[in-house]
């Protein structure tokens, strides 16, 4: 057969079969709709729903305001357990799905891929309810502007809310326009900021003050702050464990540590396959919400790793390493990068995957059982849904042994061998979905995990990890100097937003320190510079969440929430790029805004940590330490070993222009130059030394 012949004879054929399989695949259901056609697994979830269904798009809002109908913006994503449930008792209505279809323009939208979207109607809807969630679903005038929302709703209230507000809008559009005009006018001035240079309250003082305010709210029995519900909040813990070392501040010191032990040894660590479940459903971190993020697996490996290299506690280096391993095994793309989040349910259940019955525990242990049961406190007080066990533990290891006789290394091997065995039996049953976009921001938190964990146990696979992963954003996620968002094969990849850069930049600084290679150095520069020039915002002082001002309000996202504030980590990428390039303009900038967010931070301080970690390096002495010469990595990871607040350490095998490093190469040695202000103690050969100046300046 011809070539040319063959070739379209192929081509049509593998055209067919595609046309044929999707017919195949939408056959099989009875309803479709076009986010059949998109690639977020949140999205696909809902791909046949009988509510007519689109993606966010500027072209579904142009139809509402030729249709002249209410927009309806339902907001999830993959792993939340009500979005589910929602979907199941409403969305996939035949009844409902006719109201919404013939009253609405319905929008489904991942808040993963979208979080600017996520970002305005949240702010609405904490303007609206006093309080948020997903999924959230808001309705609003074709322009865009909301004039209701909420979050989960039973069937017959989503219903009533459906036809009520259908109807406000039918019969009194005066009355729902100036409703939308005003709840849009509270999201904009929730992003007001004053801009200041008055440096005045950057000070030692304002930080104390802001910590002891906060220390009303701790739970000091049981860690983290008095809620019935208990999230780990890793800029928290961070910027507490800096300031209980900054400051000798012994009962800051002594709530971090409880409270990173409760963490341990709760429910909410995954002991037989390693990782942290999303959030604790009680106040004694025993029973979790089981979706597993990127997001907090990343940054808790960064703060368990800082905690071992001050408390020394066997625990944290085995969570750490214990949580490096699950990410490696049920995270990771083979072809680099990490997923975004794996489901809480499975089977329609809610951590179905996770527990255990005591009969399964005694089958798969055997003769290892009592000594497990005395562990983990397998008795019937500890019973969750009716006979189902989550793991956790009451005590150390060296505890546990002291009072069952029992010497550590064979404690540590029984573990070893109920995991081994509890792992090989839980592979058996049907997994939680997993959602594998790959996003840009998740990532470079997990680039810094990585980096900090390498500091804290000198284990150069960790060090190995944090570059792969750079090579993987690089791959996926960054074009001619702009980052995209998020990553999934054949996905259409909408720009970076203002997290995907500062979190980056971040990432590249730390990865910098620790490795000496300065082309990280350059692409955090270039970053960097991206950032502050497409996201600057004059009136406020600070950076915008996105790039284009397409939506009805600029979101200016200056609070923490289980990640970082993407403003504060700005503000620090500026204090160390600042000090890096002796850049004066940039430690100014930084300043500026924490000056700016003292109003907020002062009262708030478990809402504004990150930027209290940056008050830190701003108002306590921030030391510099440059080490030059061709024993430069060596005598770096000795100091890195060393945690130390509040210290930019940054090293050079080679002579180099920058101002750290100029006119201190020699070949006769490797020096460390320890440096505050613009001023260097004499320059010292070993790290012993260099840690003994930095104490005596």
């Known amino acids: ?31 479709t709709n076009s986010l059949i056609e998109e690639t977020s697994p949140y999205l696909l979830q809902h791909a046949h729903n009988p509510v007519n269904w689109r993606a966010w798009s500027n072209t579904a809002l142009e139809n509402a305001k030729k249709e002249d109908k209410l927009v309806l913006v339902s907001i999830g994503y993959s792993s939340c357990h009500w979005c589910h449930v929602m979907e199941k008792e409403s969305f996939e209505d035949e009844e409902v799905a006719k109201i919404m279809n013939d009253n609405f323009i319905n929008i489904k939208v991942d808040r993963e891929e979208r979080p600017d979207v996520d970002q305005v109607y949240m702010t609405a809807l904490q303007l609206i309810k006093g309080s ?29 809310v459906l036809e009520k507000v259908s109807s406000l809008y039918k019969n009194d559009p005066k009355k729902a326009n100036e409703y ?37 709210s701790w739970d000091i029995e049981k860690g983290g702050d008095q809620l019935q519900q208990k999230f780990m909040l890793p800029s928290n813990l961070n910027f507490l464990l800096d300031y209980a070392i900054l400051t000798g501040d012994k009962e800051a010191k002594n709530h971090i540590k409880n409270t990173l032990n409760k963490i341990a040894f709760g429910g909410i660590y995954d002991f037989v396959g390693g990782g942290f479940y999303r959030y604790s459903t009680d106040p004694d971190w025993k029973v979790p919400h089981f979706e597993k993020m990127l997001y907090d697996n990343a940054q808790l490996i960064s703060v368990f790793s800082k905690a071992y290299s001050i408390f020394k506690e066997p625990i944290y280096k085995e969570v750490v390493y214990n949580t490096i391993a699950f990410l490696e095994r049920d995270m990771k793309n083979p072809n680099g990068g990490y997923y975004a989040a794996i489901d809480a349910d499975s089977e329609g259940e809610e951590g179905k995957y996770y527990v255990w019955t005591e009969e399964e525990l005694k089958q798969v242990l055997g003769n290892n059982f009592e000594l497990f049961k005395n562990y983990f406190s397998i008795e019937p007080k500890n019973i969750w849904e009716h006979k189902n066990y989550v793991l956790h533990r009451n005590s150390t290891d060296a505890e546990f042994c002291s009072k069952n006789k029992l010497v550590n290394s064979s404690l540590q091997e029984s573990k070893e061998q ?32 990585f980096v900090d964990a390498y500091k804290a146990f000198g284990d150069t696979s960790f060090l190995d990890q944090a570059k792969k992963t750079l090579i993987s954003v690089k791959k996926f996620s960054l074009t001619t100097n702009e980052l995209r968002h998020s990553y999934k094969e054949n996905s259409k990849q909408s720009k970076g937003f203002l997290e995907d850069y500062s979190f980056t930049v971040d990432a590249l600084i730390n990865l910098y320190s620790a490795s000496l290679d300065t082309k990280h150095l350059d692409l955090a520069n270039s970053l960097n510079t991206k950032a502050m020039t497409s996201f600057n915002d004059t009136a406020s002082g600070m950076y915008r969440y996105n790039e284009n ?43 500026s805004m924490v000056a700016a967010m003292i109003p907020m931070i002062t009262p708030n301080a478990s809402s504004y940590a990150r930027w209290n970690s940056v008050l830190l390096n701003t108002t306590y ?47 006769d040695g490797t020096y460390i130059y320890v440096c505050r202000d613009n001023s260097c103690k004499l320059p010292v050969a070993t790290a012993d030394e260099a840690i003994k100046q930095l104490n005596g300046f």
């Open 1 to 31: 057969m011809h070539f040319k012949t063959l070739f379209y004879s192929l081509f049509f054929s593998l055209i067919f079969f595609s046309c044929q399989e999707k017919k195949k695949e939408t056959a099989e259901h009875k309803f």
């Open 132 to 160: 948020g969630g997903w999924p959230l679903n808001v309705i609003t005038l074709p322009n865009g502007k909301p004039i209701y929302g909420g979050t989960y709703h039973t069937k017959e209230e989503w219903s009533q």
């Open 180 to 216: 939308a005009d005003m709840v849009a006018q509270g999201i904009q001035e929730a992003n007001l900021i004053t801009p200041t240079n008055n440096y005045e309250k950057l000070t030692k003082a304002v930080v104390t003050e802001s910590v002891q305010s906060w220390k009303n």
């Open 418 to 449: 109920w995991k081994t065995l509890l792992l090989k039996e839980r592979t058996k049953r049907i997994a939680p979905r997993l959602d594998d976009k790959i996003i840009t921001s998740w990532n470079a938190l997990l680039i810094s995990g």
């Open 549 to 591: 001002k397409d939506l009805i309000a600029q979101i200016i996202k200056t609070n923490d929430g289980v990640i970082p504030s993407p403003n504060a980590i700005m503000a620090q990428n500026l204090l160390r790029l600042g000090h890096i390039n002796y850049d004066k303009t940039f430690i100014e900038k930084s300043k």
């Open 621 to 667: 002495t921030y030391y510099e330490i440059a080490v030059v010469g061709t024993n430069a990595k060596t005598l770096s990871k000795k100091i890195h070993s060393k945690y130390i607040p509040n210290t930019l350490l940054v090293g050079s095998t080679e002579d180099s222009k920058l101002p750290l490093f100029e006119g201190r190469y020699t070949t």
